[in-house]
């Protein structure tokens, strides 16, 4: 059984930032592929931006420059740091874990969502 927590959403003024973090517990052997994917009311879910093992990243073009996606093993943290935000940015953020578990299986996890929202 894999848990994940998502932190530091909230209301932020446009150009301002905010910092995402996703925390996974119980039977975690490795954590191979972390993500962020984002919704806004009436749209698809997309991927904002994705991390590998190797630390190999990936982001979605619209925030490019601006976003950055980390990890930290340790802890079996990703970090979502969102620089000059824009109202655009506005939506629930999910992050999604690839996780090996301790008896080997591959399981895929997500956040339970957590709000951003960006004022104008």
């Known amino acids: 059984q894999v848990q994940v927590a998502e932190s530091g959403g909230g209301l932020v003024e446009a150009g301002g930032s905010l910092r995402l973090s996703c925390a996974a517990s119980g039977s975690i052997a490795r954590i191979n592929r972390m993500g962020w994917y984002r919704q806004a009311p009436g749209q698809e879910r997309e991927l904002v931006a994705v991390i590998s093992s190797g630390c190999i990243t990936n982001y979605e073009d619209s925030v490019k420059g601006r976003f950055t996606i980390s990890r930290d093993n340790a802890k079996n943290t990703v970090y979502l740091q969102m620089n000059s935000l824009k109202s655009e940015d506005a939506a629930i953020y999910y992050c999604?874990?690839?996780?090996?578990?301790?008896?080997?299986?591959?399981?895929?996890?997500w956040g339970q969502g957590i709000q951003v929202t960006v004022s104008s």
């Open positions: 999604n874990l690839v996780v090996i578990t301790n008896w080997g299986a591959s399981t895929t996890n």
